[in-house]
């Protein structure tokens, strides 16, 4: 049943969809495509919604069954999608089927009181990315204390939740990879040597300033949404809301 559920968006490209901008403008893909077809949610996606096993992550029991029944590209997984345009996808989702008003509580700096706020989603702007990736999509730096030459790659939505399994697989008292096992998928050479080997033993030793960097660098670079917006608390003080893709952004389909 639940392959059939997945399934069920994909028997017709040719349903009722819309042309989606991604933030990526497809320098990442070998397809190159700037923009994908995406459907409109349906009953059956309330049916996913509904159902969904929240012992497991949003990201697989929400995010991803969404992705595989909207998108109506048959070359596109959404696993290689990277997140930038996984959450333009999303946002789409909620806006054309909700509306594009989201609450969201916060804490007033102030008084130290919560309270909620209304953030309007299709206010959201693009991030500007300083650095654009080669043709292969990829990024070549220098990196600041070992002055290695490194290529860097953007992690898909696939990726990082891989990672997000590796770092949950150990066990309480563990001290989890996730720093370096990010730095791993990210890396793709050093100094031309693509062995992924020798990659993992130099991140190992890699100094903390390069590891630092690497992260800020993909952090600037990645295109996405700007997902912060400034709202003003009841005290008047300015308070920063970060918009995620938890339970709460898809409360509206869960609680109707």
Do not use: C, W
């Not at 989201?102 to 206010?123: C, G, H, K, M």
């Not at 399994?165 to 050093?190: D, E, M, N």
Request: aromatic fraction near 8%; glycine fraction near 4%.
């Amino acid at each position: 049943m639940e392959q059939d559920v997945y399934a069920a968006g994909q028997q017709d490209f040719n349903l009722p969809h819309d042309i989606i901008e991604l933030p990526s403008r497809g320098l990442f893909y070998k397809s190159k495509k700037k923009s994908i077809k995406v459907g409109y949610l349906t009953a059956v996606d309330e049916n996913i919604i509904a159902e969904a096993d929240f012992k497991k992550s949003i990201q697989e029991s929400i995010i991803l069954p969404l992705l595989r029944n909207k998108i109506y590209e048959r070359d596109i997984k959404p696993e290689e999608l990277i997140d930038g345009d996984v959450e333009a996808i999303l946002l789409f989702l909620r806006n054309t089927s909700f509306g594009p008003e989201y609450t969201i509580s916060l804490v007033d700096s102030a008084t130290n009181q919560s309270f909620t706020t209304n953030i309007l989603l299709d206010e959201l702007n693009y991030k500007e990315t300083p650095v654009k990736p080669n043709e292969e999509g990829l990024f070549e730096v220098q990196l600041p204390v070992s002055k290695s030459n490194v290529v860097l790659k953007i992690l898909t939505f696939g990726e990082k939740v891989e990672i997000e399994k590796i770092v949950q697989s150990y066990p309480a008292g563990r001290v989890a990879p996730s720093v370096t096992t990010r730095l791993f998928y990210h890396i793709i050479s050093i100094n031309g040597d693509s062995d992924k080997a020798k990659i993992s033993t130099i991140i190992e030793k890699m100094p903390i300033a390069d590891s630092k960097f690497i992260r800020k660098f993909i952090m600037e670079n990645e295109p996405r949404l700007d997902l912060r917006k400034e709202v003003i608390a009841p005290s008047g003080e300015k308070v920063m809301a970060d918009i995620t893709f938890g339970v709460e952004f898809f409360r509206p389909f869960i609680s109707i």
